[in-house]
C-alpha cells in the first residue's frame, strides 16, 4: 500500500509538471487563434490594455466611469471635458460587478475620484465574469485578488490562463505580449472611451441574439452580484463619494425581448440613484452599431442625458 501511494504521488507530481510545460510552451508558441484553454490577448476593438495602462498613470479624476463595453463606448470622456469635468473611462469588455468591484478597489484611491458612475447591463447581472476575469489576468499584474477570483471562478480556462501569465511574468516575457492596434472603425481617446463612427445598425428583423421580442428572456441579478454592488456602494460611502447607476441605451427591440425590466430597475432603484435610459425614450436604430452598443451619434445623445442627471445631483 505503501508502495503504491508513493507511485501515485509521483505520477501525480510528474503528470503535474508535465501538464505545466506543455500548457506554457503550446500558449506560448502558439498562433493566438489557437489559444484553446488560455486567453490569449489580442485585440483591436476594445483597447483594455491601453485604458489599463492609462489608469495607471492618472490621478485626481472629477468622473470615474465602471462598466462593461457600454460603459467604454457609451461615455465620451470629452463630453465630460467639454462641461468643466476630467473623466476617466474604467469600463473593461464584459465586465461584471466582480470585476468592477476589483478595479474600484485597486484605483479608487489612486483616481479619487469626485463621483462615480456605474454603468449596468442587465445581461451581465447573471454572468459568472470569467470572460472579463480572463482579460484582467492578461493584463494587470496578477494580485493575490486577482488570484483569488480565478479560484472563485473554479474554470479551466481561468486556472490555465492564470498559470500562463503567471509564468509570462516571473520570465519577464510579457513584455512580447501583443498590444492595441487602431483599426479603421474604432479609434482610443485618451480617457479610456473607444469612438465608433459605424454606419452599421441594429438588426431589425431579430436574427442577432437577444434581440427577438417572440423570445422572451427573463433578467435575473444574482445574489453574488447583488453582494459586490453593496460592496462598492459602502466602499463609496466611506469615501464620501457621490454616484449614479445607470442603464444605458440598447436597441427597442431587445430592450423589450426582457421579460421584467420593471423589476430589475426596481431592484437597482434600492442602491440609490439610479437611471434608466430605455425607460424615458428608445433611440433609432440608426444611433447604433449592434443591437446594443451605441455608435457617435448615439453616444452624442445619450452623454446629454447623462450629464443632465449628474447636474441635477451637483
Avoid: W
Avoid at 445574489?223 to 463609496?236: A, P, R, S, T
Wanted: glycine share 6%.
Amino acid at each position: 500500500m505503501k508502495k503504491f501511494v508513493v507511485s501515485f504521488l509521483l505520477f501525480s507530481f510528474y503528470s503535474v509538471g508535465l501538464y505545466g510545460i506543455l500548457l506554457f510552451t503550446y500558449s506560448y508558441l502558439a498562433p493566438n487563434k489557437f489559444g484553446g484553454n488560455v486567453f490569449k490577448y489580442n485585440t483591436s476593438f476594445d483597447y483594455s490594455k491601453s485604458r489599463l495602462r492609462e489608469a495607471d498613470t492618472v490621478k485626481n479624476v472629477d468622473l470615474l466611469i465602471m462598466g462593461s463595453s457600454h460603459a467604454y463606448r457609451g461615455y465620451d470622456v470629452r463630453a465630460f471635458k467639454a462641461k468643466g469635468m476630467k473623466a476617466f473611462n474604467l469600463g473593461t469588455s464584459a465586465q461584471t460587478l466582480i470585476q468592477t468591484n476589483y478595479l474600484l478597489d485597486k484605483y479608487v484611491d489612486k483616481l479619487k475620484p469626485k463621483m462615480v458612475i456605474i454603468d449596468i447591463y442587465p445581461i451581465m447581472l447573471n454572468t459568472d465574469g470569467v470572460e472579463s476575469l480572463l482579460q484582467l489576468l492578461a493584463i494587470l499584474k496578477i494580485d493575490k485578488k486577482l488570484k483569488d477570483m480565478a479560484f472563485e471562478a473554479n474554470d479551466l480556462r481561468a486556472y490555465n490562463t492564470l498559470f500562463y501569465y503567471s509564468v509570462l511574468n516571473k520570465l519577464g516575457l510579457s513584455r512580447n505580449l501583443m498590444n492595441d492596434e487602431p483599426d479603421d472603425k474604432n479609434k482610443y481617446i485618451s480617457g479610456g472611451y473607444v469612438e465608433n463612427r459605424s454606419s452599421a445598425r441594429a438588426s431589425k428583423d431579430g436574427s442577432e441574439e437577444g434581440s427577438d421580442k417572440s423570445k422572451q428572456v427573463e433578467l435575473i441579478f444574482s445574489l453574488k452580484q447583488q453582494e459586490m454592488l453593496k460592496g462598492m456602494i459602502n466602499k463609496l460611502k466611506e469615501r464620501k463619494i457621490p454616484y449614479i447607476i445607470f442603464q444605458s441605451p440598447i436597441s427597442k427591440r431587445m430592450y423589450q425581448s426582457f421579460s421584467n425590466n420593471k423589476e430589475i430597475d426596481v431592484k437597482l432603484s434600492a442602491y440609490g440613484p439610479y437611471y434608466n435610459y430605455n425607460e424615458v425614450r428608445f433611440l433609432d436604430d440608426s444611433c447604433f452599431i449592434d443591437n446594443n452598443h451605441l455608435n457617435y451619434n448615439g453616444v452624442k445623445i445619450y452623454d446629454k442625458f447623462v450629464m443632465d442627471k449628474i447636474n441635477a445631483l451637483r
